[in-house]
């Protein structure tokens, strides 16, 4: 057997290969309310096993880990929160609380991915089991990842200039919730199907806009498209379609578009760059095993876009979140 080349570090291996461990210490830290208990400020394992009711040695283990992790720091024998954990971790006022979204991982996705082996060989998701309980824990999970998206989109995107948005085929009531905070003369339509309309219209009366907005329930394939709008918002489409609904839903959202109009396509794509972006290509996986479907290949997008009259002006990432491709109707 040929020996290693000079200078090859097995740590990038490792790091991935050990990567359940540091989740599962995640997890467990926000179930056992690690960063809530923080928040009252730094302490040492004794002070933290008394917080959280946790054995001495669990504090330990469970702190010294997500120290090396970054998600705490440690000094004099003291853990404290980052910036990060302080925000979204800690039930802080104001914030996206992820630790929802930390639960639906561990309960719910993290057993489909102990089959992953078989999905890769069959290309078919593991059964999905949303009994009992585990549909709350699914759709809060689900929900809460899709508000900070919609809170990072807030963060890049400039609302104020639109008047008439539109969220067409949407998951979650998030982004219109968002957006008509950050553009407060404006108005918004929320068109899609199914049970999540329920959803959606609740988070949006939550958020004190639900007299600026229409819920429409509409099917984004073969149902009425209302318009006309200045913006309109697929958030979370592309991925639950096949192309050529894709490419009908893209055409659809084009008829709803007022002359000029912006469109805004929210998902996680794949792309050519030498160095795939990581976490889109990890929600390929964690769509197929989890339901089937597909995160498509940036350049298709673009395409349908084009065809269906649109103008692909630019792509950004949103931190820790999907990408947005930001077009205008020709």
Not at 131 to 144: E, H, K, Q, S, W
Not at 172 to 184: C, D, N, Q, V
Not at 282 to 306: F, K, M, Q, S
């Amino acid at each position: 057997m040929p020996l290693p080349s000079p200078g090859a570090d097995p740590s990038g291996i490792l790091g991935v290969a050990t990567g359940y461990m540091a989740a599962k210490q995640l997890f467990a830290a926000g179930e056992a309310g690690v960063f809530a208990a923080l928040a009252a400020g730094p302490a040492t394992a004794p002070d933290l096993a008394a917080r959280t009711g946790l054995p001495e040695r669990t504090a330990r283990i469970l702190g010294d880990a997500l120290s090396g992790l970054g998600l705490l720091t440690r000094e004099d024998g003291r853990y404290a929160n980052t910036p990060a954990t302080a925000a979204y971790l800690a039930g802080g006022e104001g914030g996206v609380d992820l630790r929802p979204f930390l639960a639906f991982l561990d309960a719910i996705s993290y057993g489909h991915w102990l089959g992953f082996a078989d999905t890769v060989r069959t290309a078919q998701p593991r059964p999905l089991d949303l009994a009992g309980d585990r549909m709350r824990t699914f759709m809060g999970g689900v929900m809460t990842y899709n508000a900070l998206h919609a809170r990072m989109l807030a963060e890049v995107f400039d609302f104020t200039p639109y008047r008439r948005i539109l969220d067409f085929g949407g998951l979650s009531g998030s982004f219109l919730a968002e957006a008509l905070a950050a553009a407060p003369d404006a108005r918004g339509t929320f068109a899609s199907a199914g049970e999540l309309v329920d959803f959606a219209a609740k988070v949006i009366d939550d958020a004190g806009c639900g007299d600026r907005v229409e819920v429409v329930r509409t099917d984004p394939v073969t149902g009425d498209v209302p318009g006309l709008h200045d913006l309109v918002l697929l958030e979370h489409v592309v991925h639950r379609f096949d192309a050529e609904q894709n490419k009908t839903i893209i055409e659809r959202a084009r008829r709803a578009a007022s002359p000029g109009a912006t469109l805004v396509l929210l998902d996680f794509f794949l792309d050519a760059d030498p160095h795939q972006r990581a976490i889109d290509a990890l929600h390929a996986g964690e769509y197929l095993v989890i339901d089937g479907t597909t995160v498509h290949p940036e350049g298709e997008v673009r395409g349908w876009l084009a065809e269906a009259g649109w103008e692909p002006v630019e792509t950004r990432e949103l931190p820790g979140s999907p990408r947005i491709i930001i077009a205008e109707a020709r």
